[in-house]
């Protein structure tokens, strides 16, 4: 069975001493599936033979005749010298530390060798080379020759004899494998043994790619069966009525749902109706709120898509169930944005509403504790101030998390601990293509607004060098002079001697004295004092401001209707899901807006920051974008705390191979499903076998 003999300890592996076993146990290889699983870090060509004179083009790999043996003084030593020669001319292997090598390599008998040699006292000469015996069976000569990572104490050459060994019991393995269960004919394991022989020794540089590819799609396959078992076994312990089953992404229709009569009341209100993306978003939620198992769900949108609303709704559903809800953003300047749009539907609703961050008054902050505590505080927006040991709920059941992955994972969980059993709602603007966001979150139901508001324009995207900017400030003055409003966000905030860019106040300076000197100018940045920040933020809000000058600050939660301007000075310094947000704080109303992206015209333009500028000019829709966000700056870490990116996998390389893990989700659900004994932890092999590998 190929399962069983991925399974076997290396003792199986006639080859393994018991020094080396032990080298390899205490390395972390102790299993057939391991060690197979380590795969070469590079590999070196060896089918076509490089003799000693060429070895300027690369290592030479020659078959050559021992001339002779001689000693030089080294140390208080002596170190072997050994004269070589094949058909093209002589040369001098230099024997640091190994004068054994005389007993290796007799004079006048012929070898398989290669190194890297260089001119040095007016001869040819390598320290470093690989010798076999002409006579012997060629081990890492005549084939493409892997190099692995190994311990202290293993040479190449044994560790490439235990894997052979483990590769030829493999062999023997899989016939009886698909003779013992029909099933896994159809199970894309059976490509295994050939994907793992090509992968360590492979033909051409062809079937090394494909190999590759092969196992990277059985890695990602084995993951997807993890995250569905888990699932599986979740569903079967807690039922889940029809009414929350889940909608898969169509917004043709909107399933019906019952909202509570403060919900209803709310949404017959609204100036406006909701989207059917909102719809869609705000059923699936609300019901799932009423299942008796808690609540994990991913809700995601682009930027104005009408998230925080549908968040907002939910929360006075649970709030009118006799729930407390804790709604936590990742800035201060966020949190009072939604507390100043919160509080007044709150008053009409009379429900208790109030804000926690790390700047509120002393006295003002022992009155939300105390109200927290006690229960009557229904719903607090706040900071990282709710991670605080002195903060306490008497009935949280609603976690909301806006702009989810800006904290950790241990972040969310001190807040997840203040309640038990809390429903979870997480929330992004910066969208992740679909099957990486059912991987990354495996344990969340996912929510999409792909919808945005009807009166919505495509913010008109323009890309200007700094030296014209002069006409970009013209088309943004034209703005202010029919009552409009603009943001001008630079990328650090004071002069540094590291970076030659311009920063913040530098650039509110040449706007007041050059560019806008006729209208109001702000600025906000981390710096600036929180009463500052707010005082700035409410006169723009108002319009007494019709600039503001920031930092990044505002690329999130900030929601000016009367903004038509962004001007992002720098713009090739940002990345692509930061300009994209940048972006969608203008034209969030009717009003048609505009968006200028400024790069120095003076420095030679990072090809990558060329390609994210060029791609926001055409596209405006944020999955799109983030998928080329992943094509262009690859994933991170998929695993462990850490807050973005995605799993990490040892084979697997996204997003090179992001095309595979669709398929890879259907592999795994055929096999759950036509061969259930597969579901069991024993059958793993390829995920316990590289847990080791990427640690």
């Known amino acids: 069975m190929v399962l069983a003999a991925l399974n076997r300890p290396l003792s199986h592996l006639p080859a393994l001493s018991s020094k080396i076993e032990r080298i390899l ?4 290889l102790a299993q057939i599936s391991q060690l197979l699983l380590h795969l070469p870090r590079s590999y070196r060509d060896r089918r076509t033979p490089r003799p000693l004179a060429q070895w300027s083009e690369g290592e030479v790999y020659s078959t050559v005749r021992i001339v002779s043996h001689h000693y030089f003084p080294r140390g208080r030593g002596r170190a072997l010298k050994i004269e070589i020669s094949d058909e093209s001319r002589s040369a001098s292997l230099i024997c640091y530390g190994r004068n054994n090598l005389a007993y290796l390599l007799r004079v006048g008998e012929r070898y398989r060798l290669a190194g890297r040699f260089q001119l040095h006292y007016r001869e040819l000469q390598s320290s470093l080379f690989e010798f076999e015996p002409l006579e012997n069976p060629p081990l890492r000569f005549n084939r493409i020759v892997p190099l692995y990572t190994l311990p202290k104490g293993l040479q190449q050459r044994h560790f490439l004899e235990l894997i052979e060994q483990a590769l030829h019991l493999l062999k023997e393995s899989e016939e009886l494998s698909v003779a013992a269960s029909p099933s896994l004919k159809t199970w894309p394991a059976v490509i295994l043994p050939s994907a793992l022989t090509e992968a360590h020794l492979p033909s051409e540089p062809t079937a090394l790619k494909m190999a590759r590819r092969n196992l990277a799609f059985l890695e990602l396959m084995q993951l997807e069966t993890t995250i569905i078992w888990i699932r599986t076994k979740s569903e079967q312990r807690q039922s889940k009525s029809a ?15 019952s909202f509570t009569p403060l919900m209803t009341r709310t949404i017959a209100d609204l100036p406006f109706s909701l989207t059917r993306g909102q719809q869609l978003a ?17 809700l995601q949108g682009d930027v104005g898509a009408g998230k925080t609303l549908v968040a907002l709704l939910v929360a006075i559903g649970a709030i009118e169930q006799g729930w407390q809800v804790a709604f936590m953003v990742p800035t201060e300047l966020l949190a009072q944005q939604h507390y100043l749009t919160c509080r007044p539907l709150c008053e009409a609703l009379q429900i208790s509403c109030g804000i926690l961050t790390a700047s509120l ?23 990282q101030a709710l991670f605080s040991d002195e903060v306490r709920f008497l009935n949280l059941r609603l976690i909301i998390i806006d702009e989810q992955q800006r904290f950790g994972v241990k972040q969310r969980v001190a807040l997840i601990h203040k309640a038990q059993h809390p429903h979870l709602l997480m929330m992004t603007a910066t969208p992740i293509p679909r099957t990486l966001a059912l991987t990354q979150f495996s344990g969340f139901e996912l929510s999409e607004i792909r919808s945005l508001p009807a009166d919505r324009q495509p913010v008109e995207t323009h890309l200007a060098k700094q030296s014209n900017e002069q006409k970009v400030f013209s088309w943004v003055a034209r703005e202010l002079q029919k009552g409009h409003q603009a943001y001008v966000v630079s990328p650090i905030i004071e002069p540094s001697e590291r970076l030659s860019l311009r920063d913040a106040i530098a650039m509110q300076r040449l706007l007041a004295e ?16 929180e009463q500052e920040k707010e005082w700035t933020m409410q006169r723009f809000v108002e319009n007494r401001l019709q600039v503001l000058v920031a930092t990044s600050v505002v690329e999130v939660g900030i929601n000016v209707l009367n903004a038509t301007c962004m001007v ?22 009717a009003l048609q807006s505009y968006a200028f992206l400024i790069y120095d015209d003076q420095t030679e333009l990072n090809p990558l920051a060329g390609e994210r500028l060029k791609l926001l000019l055409h596209e405006h829709n944020g999955f799109h974008i983030a ?25 697997a390389h996204l997003p090179e191979h992001l095309p595979l893990l669709t398929p890879a989700r259907t592999a795994a659900e055929a096999i759950l499903t036509q061969d259930p004994a597969l579901q069991q932890p024993e059958h793993r092999w390829l995920r316990h076998g590289l847990q080791r590998n990427s640690s």
Do not use: C
């Open 25 to 28: 146990s205490d390395w972390g």
């Open 243 to 257: 009414a929350a089953a889940r909608v898969e992404n169509s917004e043709s229709t909107a399933p019906t749902s």
């Open 282 to 298: 705000l059923t699936e939620i609300h019901s799932e709120l009423q299942q008796p198992r808690a609540m994990r769900r991913l």
């Open 361 to 383: 008054p002393a006295a003002e902050r022992q009155r939300i504790l105390k109200e927290l505590a006690a229960g009557t505080l229904s719903l607090v927006i706040g900071t």
């Open 514 to 529: 050059r560019y806008l000197s006729q209208w109001e100018i702000g600025l906000i940045h981390s710096q600036v004092e």
């Open 568 to 589: 992002i000075d720098h713009a090739e310094r940002f990345g692509l899901s930061t300009l994209h947000q940048l972006r969608g704080r203008v034209g969030r109303g």
């Open 627 to 651: 998928e080329a966000d992943l094509l262009l700056r690859g994933a991170g870490d998929l695993t462990g705390t850490r807050q973005s990116g995605f799993r990490h996998t040892q084979i």
